[in-house]
């Protein structure tokens, strides 16, 4: 029996092809390249979340030394940074375990360019691969090892020195979409 009865959702943002994230953090500045040809899925759902403010003042809640910074869960908004670093429950749920209400098509088989190389942006997902709603992780360093099951959807072009200073807890002030 399947765990999720709902349809994979599709995005109705229209792909322009140029889009650019520009993540506003406690640390810094982050602007990531999208990758609307490898990952059009993704690149749609993240861009439509953004621009709905659904990012807005979450915080990061999972950071694994040389490994990854996760964040994107609406679960962490109304939660101190303090509480939100030491995976207390909030008053809407455990950090990373919330999301959009929906879930995406995986696309990391079809994906020519799903290389997790240093500050390459990827979404997170539970065990089934079309799970994948809001959350995502920067890599801390290449990690190779999740090319064949995890989505990569963007390349950090600015500000890799503050994805390298973010820890649990520090707050996603905003992303916006800009396009080059």
């Known amino acids: ?3 999720f009865k709902d349809p994979l959702y599709t995005p109705k943002y229209t792909l322009q092809g140029n889009e650019i994230a520009v993540f506003e953090t406690s640390c810094g500045t982050i602007r990531v390249r999208l990758d609307a040809d490898g990952a059009p899925i993704h690149v749609a759902n993240f861009c439509e979340l953004a621009l709905a403010g659904f990012y807005d003042e979450t915080k990061f809640h999972r950071y694994v030394p040389g490994f990854v910074i996760q964040g994107g869960d609406p679960n962490t908004r109304d939660m101190e940074p303090e509480a939100v670093a030491a ?23 079809t994906n020519p360019r799903n290389l997790h190389v240093d500050g390459a942006l990827a979404m ?57």
């Open 87 to 109: 995976g207390q429950r909030g008053p809407k749920g455990a950090p990373g375990t919330g999301g959009p209400g929906y879930r995406i098509r995986e696309e990391f088989t």
């Open 1 to 3: 029996m399947a765990l």
């Open 124 to 180: 997170a997902r539970s065990q089934d691969p079309n799970s994948a709603g809001s959350q995502f992780y920067f890599c801390l360093g290449a990690q190779h090892g999740l090319d064949s099951g995890y989505t990569v959807f963007g390349r950090t072009i600015e500000g890799k020195e503050n994805i390298s200073s973010l820890r649990a807890g520090d707050v996603l002030q905003s992303v916006t979409i800009e396009y080059a």
